[in-house]
């Protein structure tokens, strides 16, 4: 597992839990000292109101995703077993999420 990478588990997300995607946020730093993973949501709906934590991947099919899907800047911990690794973002839309957790983040 590595920054970046695309996820599926019983995610929580802001109105239900459910078998979700996501993408692994962690730095490399925190998946070595950790058993626990940082992962932002992926959804299918679209944003009502997109803002600048929003992003519309472009190359999720080459990501392993079955349909067009958006990062939204809800992060979450969750153990390493309850993820599976499906795929992973390309450079540029890994890029994309790591300016929205900027942007999300006072980092």
């Known amino acids: 597992m ?4 695309v996820v599926v588990g019983l995610l929580p997300g802001a109105a239900e839990t459910k078998v979700r995607p996501g993408v692994v946020v962690a730095s490399e730093l925190y998946l070595a000292e950790r058993p626990d ?5 992926l959804t299918t709906k679209p944003p009502s109101h997109a803002g600048t934590t929003d992003y519309r991947l472009r190359d999720w099919q080459s990501a392993g995703l079955r349909a067009p899907s958006f ?4 992060l979450l911990t969750i153990y390493r077993s309850n993820v599976t690794v499906i795929g992973s ?3 540029r839309d890994w890029e994309s999420v790591r300016i929205c957790i900027r942007s999300a983040l006072a980092i």
């Open 2 to 5: 590595k920054p970046g990478d």
């Open 37 to 41: 993973v940082l992962v932002g949501i």
């Open 71 to 74: 990062f939204r800047a809800y």
């Open 89 to 91: 973002l390309s450079e």
